[in-house]
């Protein structure tokens, strides 16, 4: 799931959170630290509406995506973009 | 009055810091791990989430690849059944517990595997090659205790992770008596490694570890809710949840963190130290007296346990009138026929270990008692 907001005065839409479904709780707060750790600000959050194949939780990220996503292959921590 | 040495069965006291962490387990960590978004299942999960970073750091190993289990046992029939699963040649050292003899030996009589036992010498590159001859083409998997669990005998664990290394089998490790003891980093060739949560680490009972390094896969042997892929009727590939259904023991895996922390606060090297000075009092309290057999050979390395005999006196009876005075320690045969079939002890041995928290003074008291007994007993 993304969500956008708009900012005008930037010239359009920005993106301002990615929500990356998790496999296991495990791996969804080690994906946390890491984010975290690397300066990537992002949240722990239980999903309302959980893909089958995860564990039900994800991580809602603010910011550089891309990055964030790096980050997590580096680390071979899975994760699934909504 | 008691006076515990019998701390290779579990470790007893803990430390104040363990009781305080079981206390705040069961005051504040009433939700269950993993399952719910609401305060007391997030504040629950992040709990056991911080005492499986705990043990990982420990252990040099990554979080998710830490598996709380109910004891060392319970880890290493996940390992030795999980990975042993279709088949192929298993070898396992002559001194080994039952808790990896009895897996082995029962998927041997179900020939779903072919086993061979490796004879250990007191001399350590002896042990090592008698692995080396058993190995063969389709040998899967060593099993090897760090150290026994009846002499506290010392495995020359990293040439043999080597030895696994070089023929790419999988090294399964038992650390029961070795972990807290010795530092041990599952980098130094060790695949798996099962331990206790009760023992060396000093977290309550119930309480076991499996640490892999994620190089060998591990086949369930128990399916269940993991809390992931809910709608799945399959179990989970992806680790820790594909070998640990079921609600996990959270108070445990807390007491087991807070076990680890008492561990690094005081010093493994230290605990060690204390524990064999302590060993090495009661023996020298026992030395010169002829009636007592002590299984301990100069060529060989040991964890701080002294397994001894008195005389004609059976273990059992001996245990029994120490147990008198108040003094706590195992007699008979510690679960652990392979061992005493090659100690060839007809009736066990008696097993001193200390911990921690042992007295160097409670040592040498023994050690006089047990020498007035002995001198007691016509013979």
Redesign the interface.
């Known amino acids: 799931m993304l969500q956008y907001l708009l900012y005008p005065e930037k010239g359009g839409l920005i993106l301002t959170v990615i929500i990356m479904e998790m496999?296991?709780?495990?791996?969804a707060?080690?994906g946390e630290k890491l984010l975290k750790a690397r300066g990537i600000s992002c949240d722990l959050?239980?999903n309302v509406n959980a893909s089958?194949?995860?564990?039900?939780?994800s991580l809602h990220v603010r910011g550089d995506a891309k990055k964030a996503a790096e980050i997590l292959k580096m680390n071979a921590v899975?994760f699934i973009i909504k | 009055m008691i006076i515990n040495f019998d701390n290779a069965a579990t470790t007893y006291p803990k430390p104040p810091e363990v009781k305080r962490a079981v206390i705040r387990a069961v005051e504040q960590y009433g939700g269950n791990s993993g399952r719910g978004g609401h305060a007391l299942a997030m504040r629950t999960s992040h709990a056991l989430y911080s005492a499986r970073t705990a043990a990982a750091e420990f252990f040099g190993a990554q979080p998710e690849n830490v598996i709380f289990t109910l004891n060392c046992t319970h880890a290493l029939n996940l390992a030795i059944q999980g990975l042993m699963k279709d088949g192929g040649h298993l070898i396992m050292s002559s001194m080994e517990h039952n808790s990896a003899a009895r897996p082995g030996a029962q998927l041997a009589l179900e020939k779903k595997i072919s086993l061979s036992i490796a004879q250990v010498c007191p001399d350590d590159s002896c042990t090592v090659q008698n692995f080396r001859k058993l190995i063969r083409p389709d040998t899967k998997a060593i099993v090897c205790t760090l150290a026994s669990n009846v002499t506290g005998q010392l495995m020359p664990w990293k040439e043999i992770g080597q030895l696994c290394r070089e023929h790419n089998i999988c090294f399964i490790a038992d650390g029961a008596q070795a972990c807290g003891i010795v530092d041990i980093d599952i980098s130094d060739g060790i695949n798996i490694l099962c331990t206790a949560g009760h023992k060396g680490l000093y977290g309550i009972t119930g309480t076991g570890l499996l640490i892999t390094d994620g190089k060998y896969k591990i086949s369930p042997i128990i399916q269940g809710g993991t809390g992931s892929a809910s709608l799945s009727l399959k179990q989970p590939d992806i680790l820790p949840d594909s070998l640990e259904s079921g609600t996990p023991c959270i108070i445990g895996a807390m007491s087991v963190k807070a076990g680890i922390g008492f561990i690094r606060k005081k010093g493994i090297d230290r605990i060690y130290s204390h524990e064999e000075n302590v060993c090495r009092s009661f023996i020298k309290g026992l030395e010169k007296n002829r009636k007592i057999t002590i299984y301990r050979d100069p060529q060989s390395n040991y964890v701080p346990i002294v397994s001894f005999n008195a005389a004609e006196i059976p273990s059992e009876e001996l245990a029994e009138k120490l147990a008198q005075h108040g003094y706590c320690l195992r007699a008979g045969f510690h679960c652990a026929a392979l061992a005493h079939t090659q100690l060839g002890t007809k009736t066990g041995t008696v097993r001193f270990a200390p911990s921690a928290f042992s007295k160097e003074s409670d040592g040498v008291a023994l050690a006089n008692l047990i020498n007035k007994i002995s001198n007691l007993k016509n013979l």
């Open positions: 496999p296991s709780y495990t791996f707060v080690k959050k239980r089958p194949g995860s564990c039900g939780y899975p």
